[in-house]
């Protein structure tokens, strides 16, 4: 199983590094679009959606709020030429403040965990409410991965994936070396606090590094670590959640297309809860100091 892993996170990583500094920033999003549609197909069937009509449904019911939001800005020239009210163009940042809800949202779920994973696992929701928390998830993911790429350098999505993958292999190797108190025994008796512990150093670590090398200031290399600590502890998290869902619908794996990993879910479970807590902090922080 770990040598599956292995070689199959030596084919994807290098597909990662070329997708964020070859591909132009619309065919990144197109790219990343089809892999969450992918991965909502397995959310569908967590979500115990049974027929094929239903989750192919659900897919064309996501592209709605998706493909809004991806012409956002032209929606808003075209309002512009039918009320003649240029002011609506100052809406084009507006949203930009889907963050609030997607933070809090990410925020909420690591305190229900940490205060009882068990009233996680609990949990009785409706069929519509399930596949609502998926598609939410889902899509503000998909949605400011792409706007990171539009508004920042390739160099700090890659930076994004850097930390993540780095984290978790921290984790992985803390986890079995020190590992003795359970994080969330309910939900994954496998994880553990110095686990924990181990991905957040590493956080640390890549943030010092990152912004030596690119030559922070003093005040945002403290903030940029103090982001890169937050982002990896709420990816933890993040874990734990689509774990959950897992351990709800009974199965150990959300699909099967990524041999030794499992589904896309099982892939991107952390980076999921990673993206829009990143991306809210690196624009807090060049609003701080713009």
């Not at 965990?113 to 409706?126: F, P, T, V, Y």
């Amino acid at each position: 199983m770990l040598l599956q892993r292995v070689i199959t996170a030596s084919v994807l990583a290098p597909l990662v590094v070329l997708a964020i500094f070859i591909l132009p920033h619309v065919y990144f999003s197109l790219v990343w679009g089809v892999v969450l549609l992918i991965a909502a197909w397995e959310w569908a069937n967590l979500a115990e959606v049974k027929t094929v009509f239903g989750k192919v449904l659900y897919l064309f019911t996501l592209l709605i709020p998706m493909l809004f939001l991806h012409f956002w800005t032209q929606i808003l020239e075209i309002l512009v030429q039918l009320t003649n009210w240029p002011e609506i163009r100052n809406y084009s940042v507006g949203i930009e403040f889907l963050m609030i809800p997607a933070v809090l949202f990410w925020f909420w779920i690591m305190l229900k965990i940490r205060k009882s994973g068990a009233e996680l696992l609990e949990l009785k929701l409706s069929l519509g409410k399930r596949l609502f928390i998926g598609g939410f998830v889902l899509i503000i993911a998909w949605f400011f991965l792409s706007r990171l790429m539009v508004l920042e350098e390739p160099a700090m999505t890659m930076y994004l994936f850097l930390l993540i993958w780095a984290a978790d292999i921290a984790a992985y190797f803390a986890g079995k070396k020190f590992g003795i108190t359970k994080l969330a025994i309910e939900i994954s008796p496998g994880k553990t606090v110095e686990g924990m512990y181990g991905a957040i150093a590493a956080a640390v670590v890549m943030g010092l590094c990152f912004t030596l090398y690119f030559g922070f200031s003093v005040l945002s290399i403290i903030d940029f670590v103090l982001l890169s600590a937050i982002t990896v502890l709420v990816s933890i998290y993040g874990d734990l959640f689509f774990s959950a869902a897992k351990r709800i619908r009974g199965v150990k794996d959300s699909g099967s297309i990524l041999p030794g990993h499992g589904g896309i879910l099982d892939r991107l479970d952390s980076f999921i809860a990673a993206i829009p807590i990143f991306y809210a902090g690196v624009w807090f922080i060049r609003w701080m100091y713009s």
